[in-house]
């Protein structure tokens, strides 16, 4: 992996999340979904990108789009604690709540500290409904 191609795909990555996390504006959503995919117009399979660009379509309220992106997470790491609780928070705002429910148990077995950006989970390892 050449210098330049790290250079240009942490600038990416980085881009993306300081336009994500600086607002709450679907514009901005948008740049930085833009940014994460020209990351992964470079490496495709980068977890790092696919997850958070999953997460971002998830807060865009793109939830078709962000279950499309993460299932791409599944081919690359099927463990991804951020992949599968997106998932299940993107299927639940869809109504399909048995199925998320699977995703979101998931993603509390494989890390049951994990609490995601946008909520807190219940004293079982289950998540709370996304807000």
Do not use: H
């Given at each position: 992996?050449?210098?330049?191609?790290?250079?240009?795909?942490?600038?990416?990555?980085?881009?993306?999340?300081?336009e994500?996390?600086?607002?709450?504006?679907?514009?901005?959503?948008?740049?930085?979904?833009?940014?994460y995919?020209?990351?992964?117009?470079?490496?495709?399979?980068?977890?790092?990108?696919?997850?958070?660009?999953?997460?971002?379509?998830?807060?865009a309220?793109?939830?078709?789009?962000?279950?499309?992106?993460?299932?791409k997470?599944?081919?690359?790491?099927?463990?991804?604690?951020?992949?599968?609780?997106?998932?299940?928070?993107?299927?639940?705002?869809?109504?399909?709540?048995?199925?998320?429910?699977?995703?979101?148990?998931?993603?509390?077995?494989i890390?049951?500290?994990?609490e995601?950006?946008?909520?807190?989970?219940?004293?079982?390892?289950?998540?709370?409904?996304a807000?």
């Amino acid at each position: 992996m050449s210098a330049s191609y790290q250079l240009s795909l942490i600038s990416y990555i980085r881009i993306a999340q300081d336009e994500y996390f600086s607002t709450n504006n679907l514009g901005s959503f948008q740049d930085a979904i833009n940014n994460y995919d020209k990351g992964l117009a470079i490496d495709p399979n980068n977890i790092e990108l696919l997850a958070n660009k999953g997460q971002t379509l998830f807060k865009a309220e793109k939830y078709i789009e962000a279950i499309q992106v993460l299932d791409k997470c599944f081919v690359v790491d099927p463990n991804e604690v951020s992949c599968n609780y997106y998932k299940g928070l993107s299927l639940e705002k869809l109504g399909r709540i048995s199925e998320a429910n699977e995703y979101k148990d998931k993603a509390a077995q494989i890390d049951p500290n994990y609490e995601g950006e946008f909520v807190t989970k219940f004293n079982s390892s289950k998540f709370k409904p996304a807000i």
